[in-house]
């Protein structure tokens, strides 16, 4: 059964620091690139943060230098975080983890996690 997990949303002031994490099983994680996505009420969906099979990192303009995605590949682990620093009220939302075929807004994504509520108060 595929999954995508995310956790480690919740609730914290402007300026805090909260880590998400996106648990994947059961497809071959090193052959896919995942993706951040959130979507705040009322509005469309956003992708926010990618990385490759390979490596390579991409971040939306408006979290560049405040959040840093990284995976680990190690066996039994398959885990892609977001760390997510300086936190603002505009990055209130559920965030999503998504594994695509490759890092770019028209790639095909095969999967998506359930989603986890980050919540930045003022």
């Known amino acids: 059964e595929v999954q995508l997990v995310e956790s480690g949303g919740g609730l914290v002031q402007a300026g805090g620091s909260l880590r998400l994490s996106c648990a994947a099983s059961?497809?071959?994680?090193?052959?896919?690139?995942i993706a951040w996505f959130r979507q705040a009420p009322g509005k469309e969906r956003e992708a926010v943060s990618c990385i490759s099979s390979s490596g390579t990192t991409f971040y939306k303009d408006s979290v560049k230098g405040r959040f840093t995605i990284s995976k680990d590949n190690a066996k039994n682990k398959n885990t892609v975080d977001l760390q997510m620093n300086s936190l603002k009220p505009e990055d209130t939302a559920v965030y999503y983890c998504?594994?695509?075929?490759?890092?770019?807004?028209?790639?095909?994504?095969?999967?998506w996690g359930q989603g986890t509520q980050v919540t930045v108060s003022s």
């Open positions: 059961g497809f071959t994680f090193e052959g896919y690139a």
């Open positions: 998504a594994a695509r075929l490759y890092c770019s807004a028209d790639a095909p994504t095969r999967y």
